[in-house]
């Protein structure tokens, strides 16, 4: 099973969004992002769940955990 981080790297690449426009409607700073891209640094889950809300992903905690 991919992680947060893998499942949103994935998305974030796959939709060709730009990074400026994911900032000016999620309020995540761009620098931050294409860190987060090029797998220079993780999210705060808060961080995260902004990002997973803005493309329509949904987080949750796995059953059993």
Do not use: N, W, Y
């Not at 893998?6 to 931050?32: F, K």
Request: hydrophobic share 40%.
């Amino acid at each position: 099973m991919k992680t947060i981080d893998e499942v949103l790297r994935d998305t974030i690449a796959a939709s060709s969004i730009p990074a400026l426009q994911i900032e000016q409607q999620t309020g995540v700073q761009r620098a931050g992002i294409c860190r987060f891209i090029k797998g220079e640094r993780t999210l705060r889950l808060d961080t995260a769940a902004v990002l997973a809300d803005f493309f329509g992903l949904e987080l949750r905690k796995r059953e059993g955990k």
